[in-house]
């Protein structure tokens, strides 16, 4: 579907609403998270490795634990591709966890972003592989995932 300006009847750019959503997510904060009804639309449908939900409230109460679970969590958007109300980023997601002596994390992964006609996203998903960049981290499972993935090679 490709959106129209109801003034000109030429199709919608949603450039501007793709970098203001890039540049939020390069520079997101705790205290920014209030201003997600700025960039999402209060019905967005949001999926990641972990999660599956429609809504502003619980797609903010996502990001928002992402600071309680993490420390220093930051976002580096590397490829912005759009076309229409369709656009796809791949970022490096960086953190420390929290009480641990670990350090720093990196998790590389892809986001597939709809927009709506006012352009605020209307559906987000995430693609990552949560066994290579988080579990297989972790020293003890990180061990036994190793393992699982050289048997499943033969």
Same mark, same amino acid.
Not at 40 to 68: C, Q, T, W
Not at 106 to 117: Q, V
């Given at each position: 579907?490709?959106?129209? +300006?109801?003034?000109?009847?030429? /199709?919608? @750019?949603?450039?501007?609403? =793709? &970098?203001?959503?890039?540049?939020?997510? #390069?520079? $997101?904060?705790?205290?920014?998270?209030?201003?997600?009804?700025?960039?999402?639309?209060? +019905?967005?449908?949001?999926?990641? /490795?972990? @999660?599956?939900?429609?809504? =502003? &409230?619980?797609?903010?109460?996502?990001? #928002?634990? $992402?600071?309680?679970?993490?420390?220093?969590?930051?976002?580096?958007?590397?490829?912005?591709?759009?076309?229409?109300?369709?656009?796809?980023?791949?970022?490096?997601?960086?953190?420390?966890?929290?009480?641990?002596?670990?350090?720093?994390?990196?998790?590389?992964?892809?986001?597939?972003?709809?927009?709506?006609?006012?352009?605020?996203?209307?559906?987000?998903?995430?693609?990552?592989?949560?066994?290579?960049?988080?579990?297989?981290?972790?020293?003890?499972?990180?061990?036994?995932?190793?393992?699982?993935?050289?048997?499943?090679?033969?």
């Amino acid at each position: 579907m490709i959106f129209h +300006d109801t003034m000109t009847s030429a /199709p919608m @750019n949603f450039e501007k609403d =793709l &970098d203001m959503l890039a540049d939020f997510y #390069e520079k $997101m904060t705790l205290e920014s998270c209030q201003q997600l009804h700025l960039i999402y639309a209060a +019905d967005a449908f949001f999926k990641d /490795p972990f @999660n599956e939900v429609r809504g =502003l &409230d619980v797609i903010r109460s996502i990001f #928002e634990h $992402m600071f309680v679970q993490v420390d220093k969590p930051r976002f580096k958007i590397h490829t912005r591709i759009l076309q229409n109300n369709e656009a796809f980023l791949t970022w490096d997601f960086m953190f420390t966890m929290k009480n641990r002596s670990y350090e720093a994390q990196k998790i590389r992964g892809a986001t597939h972003l709809r927009f709506n006609a006012v352009g605020r996203v209307s559906y987000h998903r995430d693609y990552w592989d949560a066994a290579e960049e988080l579990y297989e981290k972790i020293p003890v499972l990180g061990s036994l995932m190793r393992l699982l993935k050289r048997i499943a090679r033969k």
